[in-house]
């Protein structure tokens, strides 16, 4: 439920913003709103949905995280609190650092396109195939390869680009202007 609602929240600001500014819409939709230094009461409502929704998503994201982890680390052992209050608090503490330290989060999501998409499309249905027939093919191996070479070759273009600014690197900056201006 957790879910629907937040795609509900991102696309109808988002299609709202498109429809309203058109080409001239800003990387954080929400700037588009403050264009002249003024905060309105809608930009203030705005900020305190998209505030709500990344509250509602975080647990969605990382209890499977910590669960990940946890197996990896600590294969077979039963559920502790000892790791579990850990764990959580040092996945917390990475997204908020990323969080801080990114300015454009269109980054984070070239880098995620670029693995999350190679094992969802190419890796995982070729090693469930190979599971279910318990023999692994010659096409199921091109397959495998040629997705990780479109993986490796797009890792190749995006990270230089982590390290540079890019035209829009201002919004951060521009959004931490704003975020000061409520008070």
């Known amino acids: 439920m957790a879910m629907v609602l937040s795609f509900m929240i991102y696309m109808s600001v988002g299609m709202f913003g498109v429809l309203q500014f058109g080409p001239s819409t800003l990387d954080i939709i929400l700037l588009n709103y403050n264009a002249k230094g003024q905060t309105s009461h809608l930009t203030v ?89 318990r023999r692994w093919g010659v096409l199921m191996g091109v397959v495998c390869v040629v997705g990780t070479a479109f993986s490796v070759v797009s890792l190749w273009k995006i990270v230089p680009e982590l390290y540079t600014k890019t035209p829009h690197s201002n919004s951060h900056e521009q959004l931490t202007t704003w975020t000061f201006d409520l008070q």
């Open 45 to 133: 409502a705005i900020s305190g949905v998209m505030a709500g929704t990344v509250m509602i998503c975080l647990p969605l994201n990382v209890y499977p995280l910590r669960c990940l982890i946890d197996e990896v680390c600590f294969p077979g052992r039963p559920f502790s609190y000892k790791r579990f209050i850990p764990e959580t608090l040092a996945i917390i503490a990475v997204a908020f650092t990323i969080a801080v330290t990114v300015e454009n989060i269109g980054k984070i999501f070239d880098v995620t396109g670029a693995t999350g998409c190679m094992f969802v499309s190419y890796l995982f249905p070729c090693l469930f195939v190979s599971k279910v027939l």
